[in-house]
Nanobody
């Protein structure tokens, strides 16, 4: 059974920090790119960050660059999203996703094979 489970969301004031976690029950986790996406109420789901399976390369949407950090711990089958200096516009449901083995990272939602249910982040002003 394939399962991705996010955790760490919550309510935080603007300027605060949260760390999201995504633990995957997934074959060959260490050989897959991992991504974070978010969907705000009434809006489309957008790319947030991704991390490659090789080399530790990371990629970010312009809106979060310099504030968010994606990382992974392959021994724990877990990917993290450290979110600092949060803004009200960061309010959304955050979901993690896993891509095909040995594939290149992508900002496209359809490049990912498996998705978690998401964890809600609310940033108050």
């Amino acid at each position: 059974q394939v399962q991705l489970v996010e955790s760490g969301g919550g309510l935080v004031q603007a300027g605060g920090s949260l760390r999201l976690s995504c633990t995957a029950s997934l074959r060959s986790f260490s050989n897959r790119p991992m991504g974070w996406f978010r969907q705000a109420p009434g809006k489309e789901r957008d790319f947030v960050a991704a991390i490659a399976w090789s080399g530790g390369s990371t990629y970010y949407a312009d809106s979060v660059k310099g504030r968010f950090t994606i990382s992974r711990d392959n021994a724990r089958n877990t990917v993290y999203l450290q979110m600092n200096n949060l803004k009200p516009e960061d309010t959304a449901v955050y979901s993690c996703a896993a891509g095909p083995q040995l594939s290149t990272w992508s900002q496209r939602q359809n490049a990912y094979d498996y998705w978690g249910q998401g964890t809600r982040v609310t940033v108050s002003s």
